[in-house]
């Protein structure tokens, strides 16, 4: 009987042996791939539910009046980048050069991108405005693009030339046309420079004040046209390939009159103008000003 009892026992403990090495072997032979996936799936699973656990935090709309080209173009790509920070762009686009200053003054919009600042000073005086520079984004070289002739140094005689008539870019056409000898300003002239300014003229040009958006239209109908970047852009002109003469990058001009985001005065250090002018100013949007507008645009550093 102690016999029996002993066997049996023997066989029990055994049993429990061999249990529990068989549960070692799965636990160890378990394939090393198979639980590194079960380690990235868990890992996953934690990226992704910290991603939906922190969504970018919406701050609010910044609603901006533009220009058609280039910039309500640049806006665009720069909404995502604003999206990305919890910004949404409302962009408006205009095809005049009061309206977008007169509704930022009104406060119905946030800022606007269309204008430099010798325009800007000059609306103030004349109009009683308050708005202000609050970032200084591109400039567009002025140029001049044939119309019905394209040998500006063998112009004709009693030819038209088209320009535009507000106060500093009509001054700006001048004096380029100065600068190709096609005229000549009275001394001191300068950036308030007027038709009536023009103190020499040897081939007798006629000069035609046109508002700015109308310049390009006439371009078949006068011998040159002298044009903002935007309208050159817009009537499908490259600077580096159609213009017969232009604004260098490095000169005066081209600095004077750089764009800008302009803005009623108080404004300029809003949340959300800072981080428009933020963006327009990285890196993104340099690359895409210069990949997309064949020299007509030139970011400012």
Same mark, same amino acid.
């Given at each position: 009987m102690k016999k029996s009892f002993a066997l049996a026992l023997a066989a029990v403990l055994a049993l429990g042996t061999l249990t529990g090495c068989g549960s070692k072997a799965d636990t160890t032979e378990t394939p090393a791939g198979d639980a590194a996936v079960t380690e990235a799936a868990t890992t996953e699973a934690g990226t992704d539910a910290a991603t939906e656990a922190a969504p970018v935090e919406e701050k609010g709309s910044i609603k901006i009046a533009a220009s058609a080209?280039?910039?309500?173009? #640049?806006?665009?790509? /720069? @909404?995502?980048?604003?999206?990305?920070?919890?910004?949404?762009?409302?962009?408006?686009? +205009?095809?005049?050069?009061?309206?977008?200053?007169?509704?930022?003054?009104?406060?119905?919009?946030? *800022?606007?991108?269309?204008?430099? $600042?010798?325009?800007? !000073?000059?609306?103030?005086?004349?109009?009683?405005?308050?708005?202000?520079? /609050?970032?200084?984004?591109?400039?567009?070289? +002025?140029?001049?693009?044939?119309?019905?002739?394209?040998? &500006?140094?063998? #112009?004709?005689?009693?030819?038209?030339?088209? $320009?535009?008539?507000?106060?500093?870019?009509? /001054?700006?056409?001048?004096?380029?046309?100065?600068?190709?000898? #096609?005229?000549?300003?009275?001394?001191? *002239?300068?950036?308030? =420079?007027?038709?009536? !300014?023009?103190?020499?003229?040897?081939?007798?040009?006629?000069? @035609?004040?046109?508002?700015? =958006?109308?310049? =390009?239209?006439?371009?078949?109908?006068?011998?040159?046209?002298?044009?903002?970047?935007?309208? /050159? &852009?817009?009537?499908?002109?490259?600077?580096? @390939? !159609? *213009?017969?003469a232009y604004e260098q990058a490095d000169s005066e001009a081209a600095k004077t009159y750089v764009n800008i985001i302009a803005v009623k005065e108080g404004n300029e250090n809003n949340e959300g103008i800072k981080a428009l002018v933020d963006t327009l100013k990285s890196d993104d949007i340099k690359k895409f000003i210069q990949d997309t507008y064949d020299g007509a645009v030139v970011p400012f550093n």
């Open positions: 080209t280039p910039h309500a173009e #640049i806006l665009e790509a /720069a @909404k995502p980048l604003l999206a990305a920070q919890g910004w949404t762009l409302e962009v408006t686009v +205009f095809d005049d050069y009061v309206q977008p200053n007169l509704v930022v003054e009104s406060g119905d919009f946030d *800022a606007n991108y269309f204008q430099h $600042v010798p325009y800007l !000073d000059q609306f103030n005086e004349e109009q009683g405005t308050h708005l202000v520079d /609050a970032g200084d984004i591109h400039y567009e070289p +002025f140029g001049i693009y044939p119309g019905t002739e394209s040998d &500006l140094a063998n #112009i004709t005689e009693g030819a038209t030339i088209a $320009v535009p008539n507000d106060t500093t870019n009509e /001054a700006r056409a001048l004096l380029l046309l100065q600068d190709n000898g #096609i005229i000549t300003l009275k001394e001191g *002239a300068g950036l308030t =420079a007027t038709i009536n !300014d023009i103190a020499e003229n040897p081939k007798n040009i006629e000069i @035609k004040e046109l508002e700015a =958006a109308q310049v =390009a239209r006439v371009k078949d109908e006068v011998a040159f046209v002298v044009l903002n970047g935007n309208y /050159a &852009l817009e009537a499908g002109y490259s600077v580096g @390939k !159609d *213009a017969v």
